[in-house]
């Protein structure tokens, strides 16, 4: 802080310190008839004689309790609340001056292990060893949003100065460059062999000085080339997906090859889910407290169910198998209730039914065997409304059928008939 600093450690405190400077006296000879066992006295400064030369101290100040083990802390840019990260997963803030809790943060499943605020103090940003990264409002404590950033523990995060950009470290040996507003990964720094364990950045953001269990310490130099969101992700996944074949099985008999178009398409439906889930949660909420509704602009004027379906309509129907395939099994019960209602409500019969057989052929044992009452009641809701669907389109192309019969007849008869 310029002024001190704090720690924090396994006995469950938070001690904060302040600089002093003290006098360092030059080491006195013994004298003959100093008692033995006594330390030796420090002459008294001659009159006229330079001062004795000082050296830095810290003092400590002050003791803050808490209920787990400290495993890191940041202080917010105006001084005015800390930041702690303990085992437990939360995120504890305290006012600076009087240390009175002020709000907790709840969201990572494991310990978090580095922390830092951004300039502006209108962020936090948090990692853990559960291998994702959280943006945090400094408001009101709210997650803008979790992003799975590291395939290992991520180790160390670092605002850049004046910015909303931020980089990662974690101990898959990477260094990740991320936009704390868009919620997208920059760019990924190659070059350690070990954990990185450590970041710090100039004031000005052009050099960044990354530490690692490699034993080495790698300086990071800004440069004038451009970096698009998303471009070296997107460079590296394919890459990957070349190397190696990824494949789904089950049941021996549903095998999908992953392609990048594939699993981009499925990060954009699972997307959407959380945006259509977050604003069925915001509807219901204005419903019981009696308010009108504010509309989210994200869901373009449609309802949350119709977003969705919005977006499963963008996957190309050559794809759409694989695609599905690459959801996992959270986000597929997530979305067998919007199934379950564009099924009742009739909405593009085919691209529903396709999606639905696949999800239900690929997922039927873990569907058989679940407990959530939920995902029984949908498939409740799935079992009456596919029938009572597929019956009334029956009849629609009996009828259509019935109706070219009939038509082609009519030509036929004209045909043969003679001009009058």
């Known amino acids: 802080t310029g002024r001190g600093m704090m720690s924090g450690g396994g006995d469950h405190e938070v001690r904060f310190w302040d600089f002093e400077l003290i006098s360092a006296p030059p080491a006195a000879q013994p004298s003959d008839d100093q008692p033995e066992g006594q330390p030796d006295a420090a002459p008294a400064p001659a009159d006229g004689a330079a001062p004795a030369p000082k050296r830095l101290s810290m003092v400590h100040t002050r003791t803050l309790k808490l209920n787990d083990d400290v495993l890191c802390l940041a202080y917010t840019p105006n001084m005015r609340h800390i930041c702690a990260g303990l085992l437990d997963s939360t995120i504890q803030v305290f006012f600076e001056d009087t240390l009175k809790f002020a709000m907790s943060m709840y969201g990572h499943k494991m310990p978090v292990l580095a922390l830092d605020c951004s300039s502006d103090g209108a962020l936090l940003v948090s990692g853990s060893a559960d291998k994702n990264v959280r943006i945090w409002g400094l408001d009101f404590g709210n997650c803008h949003r979790s992003l799975f950033a590291h395939e290992e523990a991520v180790t160390a995060v670092r605002f850049v100065p004046e910015t909303h950009y931020f980089f990662s470290a974690g101990k898959d040996r990477l260094v990740k460059y991320w936009d704390g507003d868009r919620f997208e990964e920059v760019a990924a720094l190659e070059g350690h062999h070990a954990e990185v364990c450590a970041l710090a950045i100039t004031s000005d953001g052009a050099h960044l000085i990354s530490s690692s269990l490699d034993r080495t310490v790698r300086l990071w130099k800004r440069t004038d080339e451009q970096l698009f969101a998303g471009e070296d992700r997107e460079a590296r996944l394919e890459q990957a997906l070349d190397e190696q074949a990824v494949t789904f099985h089950q049941d021996d008999k549903a095998i999908a090859k992953a392609t990048a178009e594939s699993v981009r398409a499925g990060e954009d439906l699972m997307e ?149």
Do not use: C
């Open 272 to 420: 959407a889910l959380v945006t259509a889930d977050a604003e069925t949660e915001a509807l219901d909420d204005a419903r019981k407290a009696g308010l009108a509704p504010s509309p989210n602009p994200l869901l373009l004027g449609l309802s949350p169910a119709r977003y969705v379906l919005r977006s499963l309509k963008q996957v190309p129907a050559s794809t759409l198998e694989n695609v599905l395939s690459v959801l996992p099994f959270a986000s597929v019960a997530r979305l067998l209730p919007y199934v379950a209602t564009w099924l009742q409500e009739g909405l593009e019969v085919e691209l529903v039914h396709r999606s639905l057989m696949h999800l239900l052929s690929l997922h039927q044992a873990q569907l058989a065997t679940t407990n959530s009452a939920p995902l029984r009641e949908t498939m409740e809701r799935l079992a009456q409304a596919a029938p009572a669907l597929l019956r009334r389109e029956k009849d629609t192309m009996g009828f259509n059928m019935a109706a070219l019969s009939f038509l082609q007849r009519k030509i036929d008869a004209n045909a043969n008939s003679f001009f009058r």
